[in-house]
């Protein structure tokens, strides 16, 4: 029975992934996240205390309570925030800027240090050639 059911989960996922787009931005986040994380339905739901089927339904766009999407995010180690934001909707600048800043904060000590040197050079060129 389990086999069956695990089988029937795998092609649920399948399916979902070909129709990502379709599905609201919680749903998409929320698969997300756990396939980034290399998680089974199964193992979020353990880690939040749900049940599978409750992990599948949010995946297919069923709108969980606060207090899920809390559990959620905290067991995908985000933010509710994010498990909501739809990227569609940002800009290209805003896209690049998040992209930025995420590659800062895995910058070692000392590159951040040059990019914010670099950064203050640059405002001060700008500012005089304005």
Do not use: W
Not at 10 to 34: F, I, K, Q
Not at 64 to 84: D, E, G, M, Y
Request: hydrophobic share 40%; aromatic share 2%.
């Amino acid at each position: 029975m389990a086999t069956s059911e695990n089988r029937r989960a795998a092609a649920l996922e399948l399916h979902l992934m070909s129709n990502v787009d379709e599905l609201p931005p919680l749903s998409r986040n929320v698969l997300g996240y756990r396939l980034h994380q290399r998680l089974s339905q199964q193992d979020l739901a353990d880690r939040c205390r749900v049940s599978r089927a409750t992990v599948a339904k949010i995946e297919r766009g069923h709108v969980p309570t606060l207090r899920t999407i809390k559990t959620l995010a905290k067991a995908l180690s985000t933010t509710p925030a994010k498990l909501l934001d739809d990227p569609a909707f940002h800009t290209t600048t805003t896209r690049f800027l998040e992209g930025l800043r995420e590659a800062v904060k895995r910058a070692s000590a000392r590159s951040r240090r040059l990019i914010v040197n670099l950064a203050r050079r640059l405002t001060r060129l700008r500012k005089s050639s304005s």
